[in-house]
């Protein structure tokens, strides 16, 4: 890649994030909320993002990224309805699920989806028991 940009909206994973080996010739690290970032992109690819916001504003930042994208690739888990990841880490709220996506949702929106069966294993709060779920790939070329 000619150049990365990273956005986090907690500062000790942008910090992380740049300790990682890139092979981008530069990189650039934006300490912000997704929802704010603009500009204009090649690729934009998000990893685990989309279900941490509401889906009013994951929708929203999706009809974005399709003003700033020439491609976009997500991947996101596919929770049952019954489940939503908590908050794992107490000084970091960004990390709570807060919205569950499934893949007509993205296929209406013109994505080319992939889907992973049973690829998350999370433990059920207040249990000693797991449950295991699928991902979803998809990518959209604009």
């Known amino acids: 890649f000619k150049k990365i940009t990273c956005v986090d909206g907690y500062a000790k994973d942008l ?3 740049q300790t990682k080996k890139s092979f981008a010739q ?3 690290f934006i300490l912000e909320d997704v929802r704010n970032i603009n500009g204009q992109y090649d690729v934009v690819f998000m990893f685990d993002v989309i279900e941490h916001l509401t889906k009013e504003d994951g929708l929203k930042l999706l009809d974005k990224l399709d003003t700033m994208a ?3 690739v997500l991947f996101l888990p596919l929770e049952p309805d019954d489940f939503a990841r908590k908050n794992p880490d107490i000084h970091n709220h960004l990390q709570e ?3 569950q996506w499934k893949e007509h949702e993205l296929l209406s929106r013109g994505y080319k989806t992939e889907v992973l069966s ?3 294993s999370e433990r059920i709060e ?3 028991k797991y449950i295991t779920f699928g991902a979803l ?3 959209k070329n604009i």
């Open 15 to 17: 910090k992380e994030a």
């Open 118 to 120: 049973d690829i998350h």
């Open 26 to 28: 530069e990189r650039e």
């Open 126 to 128: 207040g249990t000693d």
């Open 97 to 99: 699920h807060i919205s």
């Open 70 to 72: 020439k491609k976009i």
């Open 137 to 139: 790939w998809a990518v």
